[in-house]
Each structure stands twice: as C-alpha cells, then as structure tokens.
C-alpha cells in the first residue's frame, strides 16, 4: 500500500474557527491533491500540488487554502470554517500523469 | 475544461452476471488518462483500471475491463461475474493533457448492488 496518511481522521469544530488538515506520504511522489466529498456529487478537487511550493486550484477552492514546504507534506486550511465544509476530506498521491493517484483513508469534517 | 459524466446514480446486478458502468467524458485534448476507482461502505479508494488514450487495445485487470470507444468519449467499466463484495460506489476519473500538470476530475459515481 502507497504510504500516504491522513491528520486528523475525524474532526469536530466550530464555525468562524481555522482548521488544518495534513497529508503527509513517504513516496516521494510529485503530485498531491485535496478532494472533498458529499452525497451526490462525487469527488471534487479543492487544491493539487504539482511539486513543492507548486500548487493550483481546483473546482471548488472558495474558502481553501493550501501549502507545501515539504515533498511530503501537503496542508490544507480553512481559514474560518463553515458548515458547508461540512465533509469528508481525501487527499491523493501519484507519481505521474500517467499512473494511477493513490487516496488517503479520508478526514470526517464536521463544523458545528 | 475536462468533464466526467456518470449517469446512472445506482445499478443493480444479479450475483454472477456482467455489468456495465458508464462513463462518458469531454476533452479537447488527444493525451489523456481515464480511471475507475471502486470505494466500499468502509470508504477507502480502491483504484481498479487505467486506460490511456493512445493505447490500442482496451485495458483490463481481472475481472475488470475497460470499453473504450474513444470517437464517443466513453469509458465504461465492465465488471464480469459480479460477486457480493462488488457491491459498493464506483468513481470514472480522468487526467488530461498528460503533458502538462493537470489535475485527476472525477464523476459523480454510480453505486453498484449486487443481489444474491
């Protein structure tokens, strides 16, 4: 199995208050990313990483933010939570384009 | 922009026969990577088949295959033979262009139930 873990797995917090959720992987693979997911919509992409300090937006950035000092470190933070945040946060590694992304175990987020 | 379309939200098979999970796709770009993924009750992302665009024969792992019919942008997954713990959410994902640093799309997903 790809060694990529997820901080925290579950989190309670409340609304107005920052929050990081961290990905680190021992791969050293190039590319990370930040999904979320909720009923009916799939995964979709907040933040990737493409190398360090190198990062992009996804479909669904607002309120997101994301860094990355360290190959094998990628951060994400909500800067004042929401209840629309509300959700369960993947992150995914890969190697290349052309490989398969390997998924984290996943973050339950709940803003209270 | 690419675009994954999934348009069956649920399915449903009988234990032991073939399905069909569909998967359509828009993109301008020729290089491009299309992906199943298969997550179970318990969550995890079970990654299942990659097909590339350029490759000429249809990809396939086990039970898994790939119909690729590229002229229609569709990338549907069969899965032969279902079996009980086949039962679970089922993700199209693609990459593309392969030549620059582009993020994995997913579709919405179909949630697959096999019946005994």
């Known amino acids: 199995d790809a060694g990529i873990t997820q901080s925290p797995r579950h989190k309670v917090t409340e609304t107005g208050t920052p929050v990081t959720l961290r990905c680190h992987q021992t791969e050293n693979h190039r590319y990370m990313y930040w999904y979320r997911q909720d009923p009916g919509h799939g995964l979709r992409l907040i933040h990737y990483s493409y190398g360090v300090k190198d990062t992009d937006k996804g479909e669904v950035s607002d309120g997101y933010s994301v860094s990355r000092s360290k190959t094998e470190d990628f951060l994400l933070t909500l800067e004042s939570a929401t209840s629309s945040q509300t959700s369960v946060y993947f992150c995914?590694?890969?190697?290349?384009?052309?490989?398969?992304?390997?998924f984290g175990q996943g973050t339950r987020l709940t803003v209270v | 922009a690419q675009k994954i379309t999934q348009t069956q939200p649920g399915m449903f098979v009988q234990e032991k026969e073939a399905v069909t999970l569909d998967c359509t796709y828009d993109?301008?770009?020729?290089?491009?990577?299309l992906f199943w993924y298969k997550q179970p009750s318990s969550g995890e992302m079970i990654f299942l088949i990659y097909q590339g665009s350029y490759d000429q024969q249809n990809a396939t792992e086990g039970r898994y295959s790939l119909n690729f019919q590229k002229a229609r942008k569709s990338a549907n997954l069969v899965i032969s033979a279902s079996q009980l713990g086949d039962s679970a959410m089922y993700f199209c994902a693609m990459r593309g262009p392969l030549s620059g640093n582009t993020p994995l799309v997913f579709g919405k997903g179909t949630r697959l139930s096999v019946i005994a």
């Open positions: 995914a590694i890969s190697e290349s384009l052309a490989v398969e992304a390997f």
């Open positions: 993109t301008s770009d020729p290089s491009y990577g």
